[in-house]
């Protein structure tokens, strides 16, 4: 079991690292890659080099009830919420994005609210997901003033069905268990996803606009390497293994990950407000895991 967790808070620390270089690769990728085939293709390829290496591996492949669960999975969390994001992408900015997407962990907290039997929020939880928003509000804060601008509507609409469904995928993820191994049920919900987004993109006619340069080339491998293979792999076990409201506050630390290393690698002005901005996300998510603890030793109390 210790060592499970590890693995778990493993995976949890990929996304945090891996998620937050992946808005600027999307912002790059839609500059000549129309979104759905950009997003459908990605997950079509990373899927099947999954799903080969794993069956190569002898790995167990999903049977008729659990192919229809990693279906709808599939749908809600790629097909639709990865794809969305990617589709806002072509009219806000990859700073703005990161900072809508902070509201993941307000959308999964609130939906499993509503669960019966399921994690209740506490003040705890409700503490540490407000400071973490608070800390990318700070950081992003001079962005905030375009929200509202006619230009950034449309994506900022799409952006936000696009959190409601991923926060809903993930609950459905968490708490219909399977028999099959969390990077197999990754696998094949890429296929799913890429098969969609691919139709879908052919269907509205996207084919004819695929303009491919150095650029966007390599953010398409980068997605399809780190993106999907390493990052998502990791948020599927993640949730399979550690509370919703600890794994989601992952778009808290997105945004504080691309602003490092854009001081280290681009050398990027890093102003004494992005660290403090940076330590209040970091306490935020402490919290939040604090209040998840608490729930836990609470339900444990009550059925001894």
């Known amino acids: 079991m210790i060592k499970q967790n590890i693995k778990a808070y493993i995976a949890w620390l990929n996304i ?23 997003a459908g293709v990605r997950w079509l390829a990373a899927g099947f080099i ?3 290496f794993l069956k190569l591996k002898g790995y167990k492949t999903p049977d008729r009830n659990e192919f229809f669960h990693n279906t709808v999975i599939g749908v809600l969390l790629l097909g639709f919420g990865n794809g969305l994001v990617v589709v806002s992408e072509q009219w806000i ?10 509201t993941v962990p307000f959308w999964i907290v609130g939906f499993e609210s509503l ?37 950034h509507l449309l994506g900022i609409f799409t952006l936000t069905g696009a959190v409601a469904i991923w926060a809903a995928g993930t609950l459905y993820s968490k708490y219909k268990k399977m028999n099959i191994h969390p990077l197999m049920s990754a696998s ?13 993109g052919i269907i509205i006619g996207e084919a004819g606009k695929v303009h491919i340069t150095q650029s966007n080339l390599f953010a398409f491998l980068y997605l399809i390497t780190f993106g999907s293979l390493v990052g998502y792999t990791s948020y ?48 935020g998510v402490y919290v939040v895991k604090l209040g998840t603890d608490k729930y836990k030793r609470e339900i444990l109390k009550t059925n001894n």
């Open 16 to 38: 945090c690292i891996i998620w937050g270089t992946t808005y600027l690769a999307i912002r790059i990728g839609v500059d000549g890659l129309p979104p759905m085939l950009f």
């Open 93 to 102: 900015e990859s700073g703005l994005t990161a900072l809508l997407i902070t």
């Open 188 to 200: 094949v919900q890429m296929i799913v996803a890429g098969i969609l987004q691919t139709l879908l």
């Open 236 to 283: 599927i076990y993640a949730v399979s293994h550690l509370p919703v409201s600890l794994v989601s506050t992952y778009a808290y630390i997105n945004p504080v990950i691309a602003l490092f290393l854009g001081w280290l690698i681009l050398g990027e002005a890093l102003s004494l407000t992005i660290v403090l901005a940076s330590i209040i996300i970091l306490a």
């Open 115 to 151: 669960l019966p039997g399921k994690t209740k929020m506490n003040y705890l939880v409700i503490s540490g997901l407000v400071l973490g928003l608070g800390g990318v509000i700070l950081i992003f804060g001079s962005n905030l003033k375009y929200i509202f601008l006619p230009n």
């Open 50 to 52: 999954l799903f080969s």
